[in-house]
């Protein structure tokens, strides 16, 4: 069966596909088209229902209800997660902030910390350079910036994901997943949230040669902090969300949900 697979052009993610994309691990089931897109435009692409597996921000799940959840392939933090940046001290609630897309995890944990803001979307990689010529006062940046921020002349001034930590009693903070369209039967969409996270623990397992493939995803930053980085999002609930990753994605949209943030809907995960 010949499905589209998207992920984004990231590290983290060009790691969970290793063994996939590189036939390092074999399926009898499927072939892949494999698609790489910023995770915006993923998450719009979704929208339309363009790709049969898709990498998405778990905060666009909730206007998809085409798709179920795969259990594997999530990008989790454990007590970490997006951070907000400057040059300079700002008061949020009077400044125009720098966000990497509407849908995505880290604009609605944001907004869930502080409320609603003022801000410009643009993609996440001009984030940085944005704040330092003054076309927004803050940037919420995600992706590798949450540790290269100070080489590039930021400041942090809040942590996101330090306050989702403390707010839910350690939750893992639910930022990315992977979807599957509800196009295809619930035994197929098993088959292949297992084939995923074959990838994903034969890149654990073979830690070294998949970090040098994903490193050509690396946006030009050095290997250890690529490494870092992977480390950081390529944890145990990537491999398996279990009941503390499901917790945290049913915990934040119920937050999103009781401060009208999002309308209510039916969320949809997969079993095993």
Not at 116 to 128: C, G, H, K, L, T
Not at 130 to 135: D, E, H, K, P, T
Request: with cysteine; aromatic share 10%.
């Amino acid at each position: 069966m010949r499905i589209t697979v998207g992920h984004t052009p990231d590290s983290d993610d060009a790691f969970m596909f290793y063994g996939m994309l590189t036939g390092k691990v074999p399926s009898s089931d499927f072939t892949i088209q494999h698609v790489i897109d910023d995770i915006e435009a993923l998450n719009r692409r979704a929208l339309k229902s363009e790709l049969d597996v898709t990498a998405v921000s778990v905060h666009a799940c909730a206007y998809l209800p085409d798709y179920t959840i795969l259990r594997s392939g999530g990008s989790f933090g454990i007590g970490y997660g997006p951070i907000v940046v400057s040059t300079k001290p700002v008061h949020l609630e009077r400044s125009k902030i720098a966000v990497p897309g509407k849908m995505t995890s880290a604009f609605l944990l944001l907004q869930l910390m502080i409320g609603r803001f003022d801000y410009v979307e643009m993609n996440f990689s001009d984030i940085p350079a944005a704040v330092r010529a003054g076309m927004a006062d803050a940037g919420l940046v995600i992706h590798e910036t949450q540790l290269s921020y100070v080489q590039e002349g930021l400041t942090k001034i809040l942590d996101v994901g330090e306050w989702w930590d403390r707010t839910t009693g350690g939750l893992p903070v639910p930022l990315g997943t992977n979807i599957m369209s509800d196009r295809f039967d619930r035994s197929t969409i098993r088959k292949f949230d297992d084939f995923l996270q074959k990838s994903i623990q034969y890149g654990l397992d073979h830690f070294e040669d998949a970090l040098d493939y994903s490193m050509k995803y690396g946006r030009g930053k050095s290997p250890d902090l690529i490494k870092k980085f992977v480390k950081m999002y390529v944890n145990d609930v990537t491999v398996e969300m279990g009941k503390q990753g499901e917790a945290a994605i049913r915990r934040f949209f119920e937050m999103a949900q009781g401060k009208g943030m999002i309308e209510p809907f039916s969320l949809k995960i997969s079993t095993r």
